[in-house]
Antibody, heavy 117, light 108 residues
Framework: EVQLLESGGALVQPGGSLSLSCAASGFIFSTYAMSWVRQAPGKGLEWVSTTGSSGASTWYADSVKGRFTLFRDNSRNTLYLQMNTLRAEDSAVYYC??????????WGQGTLVTVSS | EIVMTQSPASLSVSPGERATLSCRASQSVSNKLAWYQQKPGQAPKLLVYGASTRATGIPARFSGSGSGTEFTLTISSLQSEDFAVYYCQQYNHWPPCTFGQGTKLEIK
């Protein structure tokens, strides 16, 4: 059974930094692209970033480009999202998702990031 | 960026009846279209991919159709557990992949 377990969400001040993790199990992590998708309170889904299976290629939404860094450790079956210069509009539940042919076939339960002073 | 537009924004349907949800892309996405279901407090769940292929374990009452720019998710006989928010997502042109704004399916 595929399991994705996010952690690291917290309350952080504007301009601050935060690192999210996603521990994966139940599949061969190193063979799948992985993504983060976020959802602001009461809003819809927004794609944030995706990394290829090896981590050599990474793509970002314009809204986070230059501030967020996505990387993975295939030896630890873990995906990371380093978030810097956080803004109020980054407040959301962040979901880790396994990518299959461009869509998201498995999702974690999410971790809440709140950016507020 | 491809814009995905879902209609209606909300839909009230009685249990046992049929629900039809629509999703339109601002340009052709071929059949690279997925549907997700999200219940309150839960993560989204994949229902359909490739416009019409049900994901593993999804009941046959869920069916997807369409190609190009017009897509439909049909739930043939609504069960109580089907009342949720539904999102479409295109993955033909990305980055960025894009989602529709969602359709809230409510009990009538």
């Amino acid at each position: 059974e595929v399991q994705l377990l996010e952690s690291g969400g917290a309350l952080v001040q504007p301009g601050g930094s935060l690192s999210l993790s996603c521990a994966a199990s139940g599949f061969i992590f190193s063979t799948y692209a992985m993504s983060w998708v976020r959802q602001a309170p009461g809003k819809g889904l927004e794609w944030v970033s995706t990394t290829g299976s090896s981590g050599a290629s990474t793509w970002y939404a314009d809204s986070v480009k230059g501030r967020f860094t996505l990387f993975r450790d295939n030896s630890r079956n873990t995906l990371y999202l380093q978030m810097n210069t956080l803004r109020a509009e980054d407040s959301a539940v962040y979901y880790c998702a396994k990518v299959y042919d461009g869509h998201f076939d498995n999702w974690g339960q999410g971790t809440l990031v709140t950016v507020s002073s | 960026e491809i814009v995905m537009t879902q209609s209606p924004a909300s839909l009230s349907v009685s249990p046992g009846e049929r629900a039809t949800l629509s999703c339109r892309a601002s340009q052709s996405v071929s059949n690279k279209l997925a549907w997700y279901q999200q219940k309150p407090g839960q993560a989204p769940k994949l229902l359909v991919y490739g416009a019409s292929t049900r994901a593993t374990g999804i009941p046959a009452r869920f069916s997807g159709s369409g190609s190009g720019t017009e897509f439909t998710l049909t739930i043939s006989s609504l069960q109580s557990e089907d009342f949720a928010v539904y999102y479409c997502q295109q993955y033909n042109h990305w980055p960025p992949c894009t989602f529709g704004q969602g359709t809230k399916l409510e009990i009538k």
